[in-house]
């Protein structure tokens, strides 16, 4: 994907895109990272074309975003977000058949079969006939996880994806998502953990008030300089043994 002089405001409110150009490397993990308001998730919702852009253009395989049929998009383009509280009495299998839904007609059931490996890779087989309600954060969260990759999407954007999971989920996601992008899935995705998205991350970009203030590998934005102008507070890197080089914020 590749956004070329991006802009979004919201009326009266701070916030939003200014002039966004770049490109999201194909088959590859890039995080969003910036401090809050910096445009992060508003930058998602362009993407997954929830938000349409008041200037500029989105193109997804060199072809404007605003050009794909709803079912074209569906098939290519999958977001996960935190906030589901519409679907509480739907059931583990019901809210991942919605990721099928692309690829049947309207009034067509989607068989188990055809959601039964999402479960499987999520580790949510057992929980298949639970509400989502009776579920914790975490498994509403793989949940949801499970129905984006039943969309079989090229491009897959995660708004902060490790929300409610625990240490164990979260190293389980980042797994997944690295091998998803090794087998030529685009990821994107939203962190607010710097340390984590330098970690597991391929290619970053960094915003601040709207603008993308820098982007490139983890090694090239392990900058103290850089990251105390955008995240205004002074940080410094170490090297932890076993671990490698860890951003540290320093006290005022």
Same mark, same amino acid.
């Given at each position: 994907?590749?956004?070329?002089?991006?802009?979004?405001?919201?009326?009266?409110?701070?916030?939003?895109?200014?002039?966004?150009?770049?490109?999201?490397?194909?088959?590859?993990?890039?995080?969003?990272?910036?401090?809050?308001?910096?445009?992060?998730?508003? @930058? +998602?919702? #362009?993407?997954?074309?929830?938000?349409?852009?008041? *200037? /500029?253009?989105?193109?997804?395989?060199?072809?404007?975003? !605003?050009?794909?049929?709803?079912?074209?998009?569906?098939?290519?383009?999958?977001?996960?977000?935190?906030?589901?509280?519409?679907?509480?009495?739907?059931?583990?299998?019901?809210?991942?058949?919605?990721?099928?839904?692309?690829?049947?007609?309207?009034?067509?059931?989607?068989?188990?079969?055809?959601?039964?490996?999402?479960?499987?890779?999520?580790? @949510? +087989?057992? #929980?298949?006939?639970?509400?989502?309600?009776?579920? *914790? /954060?975490?498994?509403?969260?793989?949940?949801?996880?499970? !129905?984006?990759?039943?969309?079989?999407?090229?491009?897959?954007?995660?708004?902060?994806?490790?929300?409610?999971?625990?240490?164990?989920?979260?190293?389980?996601?980042?797994?997944?998502?690295?091998?998803?992008?090794?087998?030529?899935?685009?990821?994107?995705?939203?962190?607010?953990?710097?340390?984590?998205?330098?970690?597991?991350?391929?290619?970053?970009? +960094?915003?601040?008030?709207?603008?993308?203030?820098?982007?490139?590998?983890?090694?090239?934005?392990?900058?103290?300089?850089?990251?105390?102008?955008?995240?205004?507070?002074?940080?410094?890197?170490?090297?932890?043994?076993?671990?490698?080089?860890?951003?540290?914020?320093?006290?005022?």
């Amino acid at each position: 994907m590749e956004c070329r002089h991006v802009s979004y405001h919201y009326p009266r409110q701070k916030g939003g895109l200014t002039a966004l150009s770049g490109n999201l490397p194909t088959g590859k993990i890039t995080t969003i990272i910036g401090p809050n308001g910096a445009g992060k998730s508003t @930058l +998602l919702q #362009l993407l997954a074309r929830q938000l349409l852009p008041q *200037s /500029g253009e989105i193109r997804l395989a060199d072809q404007p975003l !605003a050009h794909w049929t709803t079912k074209q998009l569906a098939q290519r383009v999958a977001m996960v977000t935190q906030h589901h509280q519409l679907y509480d009495e739907l059931m583990v299998q019901e809210v991942v058949a919605m990721g099928r839904l692309p690829y049947h007609s309207l009034w067509q059931t989607v068989p188990f079969h055809e959601v039964q490996p999402y479960l499987a890779q999520t580790g @949510l +087989l057992a #929980l298949a006939d639970q509400f989502m309600q009776d579920l *914790s /954060g975490g498994q509403q969260q793989r949940a949801w996880l499970a !129905a984006a990759l039943a969309q079989e999407p090229a491009v897959l954007l995660l708004d902060e994806p490790t929300t409610y999971l625990d240490v164990h989920y979260q190293q389980t996601l980042m797994t997944q998502l690295q091998s998803l992008a090794a087998k030529g899935m685009t990821i994107v995705q939203v962190l607010h953990d710097i340390n984590q998205a330098f970690r597991v991350s391929d290619w970053l970009w +960094l915003l601040n008030d709207g603008r993308l203030a820098a982007s490139g590998t983890p090694t090239q934005l392990r900058d103290p300089q850089l990251l105390e102008r955008v995240f205004n507070t002074a940080v410094e890197v170490v090297t932890v043994p076993r671990f490698g080089p860890y951003i540290v914020q320093l006290p005022n």
